[in-house]
């Protein structure tokens, strides 16, 4: 996918906890909108919106805090998707910039554009299953990935490329991650056979 993101930024104003209806608490006007962002991925499909990080609150616990941010990480599959996915967070925003004492500001930005494929992957990767089944490999087949890479940025650059061809595992960047010991050597020895065949003309790019 395409991969972005959005620093969310809300001022309130300041007041002393005894006279809250003073303040306007940027913490409590956050969560309001961080709230409705998390249901997004439901009404905008291909779409993906993950809260990273909050931070925020006063020097004290008795303070109405005037200061409350938050990241979130964004992802899109189709080109254009960036403009419809901003547009939604800007509508979810506004009612919050109505209210008075309050301001929210979103700063958002694209780092990687969706990786597509083309006749080149499609060769590659037809000459990929052909080496993983002279290996004795199980049959594979493409998988979306809500992930980005390097990948993303060669395939906007008009350059052919497999991604997501390392050891199997699952639960990344969890307490549970875990990578399946034996197919270091599986998907190294497919690898090597893969850019041998590309190396000496067996399997053919379309250019």
């Not at 303070?63 to 998707?81: K, S």
């Not at 700063?107 to 494929?117: D, E, H, I, L």
């Not at 080149?120 to 299953?129: D, P, R, S, Y």
């Amino acid at each position: 996918m395409g991969t972005g993101s959005v620093l969310v930024t809300c001022h309130g104003r300041a007041a002393h906890a005894a006279k809250a209806e003073d303040g306007r608490n940027a913490i409590a006007a956050l969560a309001e909108f961080l709230v409705a962002v998390h249901r997004l991925p439901a009404a905008l499909p291909g779409m993906l919106v993950n809260i990273g990080q909050i931070r925020g609150g006063g020097p004290a616990t008795n303070i109405v805090p005037a200061f409350a941010e938050a990241e979130l990480d964004v992802r899109i599959t189709r080109p254009g998707d960036d403009a419809v996915l901003l547009a939604r967070l800007a509508e979810l925003a506004a009612p919050l910039n109505a209210r008075d004492g309050l301001r929210l500001k979103l700063k958002a930005s694209f780092n990687r554009p969706p990786k597509g494929t083309g006749p080149a992957e499609a060769a590659a990767f037809a000459g990929l299953q052909a080496a993983g089944h002279e290996l004795g490999l199980p049959p594979f087949t493409w998988v979306d990935s809500g992930g980005g890479s390097d990948g993303n940025l060669l395939f906007a650059a008009g350059l052919p490329n497999l991604d997501g061809l390392g050891p199997l595992g699952d639960f990344l960047h969890s307490d549970r991650e875990r990578v399946d010991l034996p197919s270091l050597v599986t998907r190294a020895q497919l690898a090597a056979l893969f850019l041998h065949r590309l190396a000496v003309g067996e399997i053919r790019l379309p250019v």
